[in-house]
């Protein structure tokens, strides 16, 4: 079966630290640019982080850079995202997604609609 699954999500406090892991199953990610997306409720869905398939160049949204890192580990089929100092506006479902190599570039990485497949999300909460 071919997906994305998003683990590590859960409730964190105001200041800890989280890590997401996004394990491809069905096929391979080398061919493709992975990046992490999140929605608030009652907001539009925002690009977080993205790293390219071969040279693992990465792209974060201002809001997150310092605190946000994304990495990939192709051997185990597997995106990461490290999340620290977070603060109760980051809480959100962050999703995985695919597009291919080829798409991904600096001016259109955090286009949603350029990503063609995506996991089912996990669900962030930070709160005190």
């Known amino acids: 079966q071919v997906q994305l699954v998003e683990s590590g999500g859960g409730l964190v406090q105001p200041g800890g630290s989280l890590r997401l892991s996004c394990e491809a199953s069905?096929?391979?990610?080398?061919?493709?640019?992975i990046a992490w997306f999140r929605q608030a409720p009652g907001k539009a869905r925002e690009a977080v982080s993205g790293i390219s398939g071969t040279e693992g160049r990465t792209h974060y949204a201002e809001a997150v850079k310092g605190g946000f890192t994304i990495s990939r580990d192709n051997g185990k089929n597997t995106v990461y995202q490290q999340m620290s100092s977070l603060n109760p506006e980051e809480t959100a479902v962050y999703y995985c997604?695919?597009?291919?190599?080829?798409?991904?570039?600096?001016?259109?990485?955090?286009?949603?609609?350029?990503?063609?497949?995506w996991g089912q999300g996990t669900q962030v909460i930070v709160s005190s």
């Open positions: 069905g096929f391979t990610l080398d061919c493709y640019a």
């Open positions: 997604a695919t597009v291919h190599e080829q798409v991904f570039g600096s001016r259109v990485w955090s286009i949603a609609s350029l990503y063609g497949r």
